[in-house]
């Protein structure tokens, strides 16, 4: 079956650290990833996907390379920022035998201190 | 444009009681799905909509159904409320069977 699997926090960074959050993945197939980021009290944001083999998604400073030889889709940002506090979701989205849901990690909580 | 929007923000209903959720996609999406994010349970898929019908549901009791409307938006509906109920949800919209869904700020309910 299909499943993702990230790194567990909490996360606690100062700011202008360098920032990984690791994500593998299990799935037969092809699949998109993804990575979502939930900011306190809202709800989910696309921060930036991949849809094939070493495609790089970026946005925001954050980046992550879908990496299919380690099924991994890691999280970088070079430099945080106390704004980036947040939850961060890494999802998979698998075309072969889709249900039509996205499937989630159980998420990274990030806190950047000044 | 105009992202998915979800309404009410907040939903308090006791115990036994009915709730109702509602969302509306993005204009041009025709699939909406509903996640539950429940303290400590992660993001759990719920219910996909597309063309006004249900194309599938997660693991969750049949007190927990919806529908879609001619215009695509969405409602969920939960009945026979238990505490456990009580969690954020999460509407999503994204074109039919695209794999980039868009979410809503999602309804927090909470069950008394």
């Known amino acids: 079956g299909n499943s993702v699997t990230q790194m567990e926090g909490p996360v606690t960074l100062s700011e202008e650290a360098f920032l990984t959050i690791n994500c593998t993945y299990t799935?037969?197939?092809?699949?998109?990833l993804f990575w979502y980021v939930q900011y306190p009290g809202e709800g989910l944001q696309l921060l930036l996907k991949?849809?094939?083999?070493?495609d790089k998604g970026s946005n925001k400073g954050f980046e992550a390379t879908y990496r299919k030889e380690t099924t991994s889709f890691h999280l970088e940002k070079g430099s945080v920022q106390v704004s980036d506090s947040a939850v961060y979701f890494c999802?998979?989205?698998?075309?072969?035998?889709?249900?039509?849901?996205?499937?989630f990690g159980k998420g990274t909580k990030l806190s950047v201190k000044p | 444009e105009a992202g998915v929007t979800q309404s009410p923000t907040h939903l308090i209903k006791t115990r036994g009681q009915q709730a109702t959720l509602r969302c509306s996609p993005i204009?041009?999406?025709?699939?909406v799905y509903w996640y539950q994010q429940a303290l400590g349970l992660g993001l759990q898929f719920l219910l996909w909509?597309?063309?006004?019908?249900?194309?599938n549901r997660g693991n969750f009791p049949p007190r927990f159904s919806g529908r879609q409307f001619p215009n695509y938006s969405s409602e969920l509906n939960v009945n026979a409320l238990e505490l456990e109920d009580s969690a954020l949800y999460l509407c999503?919209?994204?074109?039919?069977?695209?794999?980039?869904?868009?979410f809503g700020p999602g309804t927090r309910l909470l069950v008394l």
């Open positions: 999503a919209s994204s074109l039919v069977l695209q794999e980039t869904q868009y």
């Open positions: 799935a037969t197939g092809y699949p998109s």
């Open positions: 991949a849809t094939k083999a070493d």
């Open positions: 999802a998979l989205f698998n075309y072969g035998g889709s249900q039509g849901n996205l499937i």
């Open positions: 204009s041009g999406h025709t699939s």
């Open positions: 909509y597309d063309e006004g019908e249900e194309r």
